[in-house]
C-alpha cells in the first residue's frame, strides 16, 4: 500500500491550495482517508476526514469553513482545498487510510489510521 501526497508550497497569507494523495495497493472505497498535519515541535493534528462514500466529512475546528476535503474513487485520490491560509497551518500535511465497513466514520485519533503517506510541506509566509 502506497499514499502519495503533493501540491505543499509556499503560499502567502490569505491564499489558497489544493493539496491530493493518490493510493494504490489497496481497494480505496473502502477505505476512510483523512489529512493530518504536524509543524516542528508539535504533535501531530488531526484536519479533515470523508468517509468511504464521501458522504460525511469531519474538520478540525480550527480548519473548518476554510479547508474542504473531497474524494474521487475513479482516481483512487483524496483532496484537501485550503483557502483563507494563515502562518498557523504552515505544517507537514499527511493523508492516511483507515479500513472502514460500510458507513463507519472512523475517529480523529492517528491510531484509527493503517496506513500513512511521507507527507507534504506546506509553508504560510506573512
Known amino acids: 500500500v502506497q499514499l502519495q501526497a503533493f501540491g505543499g508550497g509556499l503560499v502567502q497569507v490569505g491564499g489558497s491550495l489544493r493539496l491530493s494523495c493518490v493510493a494504490s495497493?489497496?481497494?480505496?472505497?473502502?477505505?476512510?482517508l483523512a489529512w493530518f498535519r504536524q509543524a516542528p515541535g508539535k504533535e501531530r493534528e488531526f484536519v479533515a476526514l470523508?468517509?468511504?462514500?464521501?458522504?460525511?466529512?469531519r474538520y478540525a475546528d480550527s480548519v473548518k469553513d476554510r479547508f474542504t476535503i473531497s474524494r474521487d474513487n475513479a482516481v483512487k485520490t483524496v483532496h484537501l482545498q485550503l483557502n483563507s491560509l494563515t502562518p498557523e497551518d504552515t505544517a507537514n500535511y499527511h493523508c492516511?487510510?483507515?479500513?472502514?465497513?460500510?458507513?463507519?466514520?472512523?475517529?480523529?485519533?492517528?491510531?484509527?489510521?493503517?496506513?500513512w503517506g511521507q507527507g507534504t510541506q506546506l509553508t504560510v509566509s506573512s
Open positions: 492516511a487510510a483507515a479500513h472502514t465497513i460500510l458507513s463507519v466514520v472512523p475517529g480523529t485519533a492517528p491510531t484509527e489510521y493503517s496506513y
Open positions: 495497493g489497496l481497494t480505496f472505497s473502502r477505505y476512510a
Open positions: 470523508i468517509s468511504r462514500s464521501g458522504g460525511t466529512t
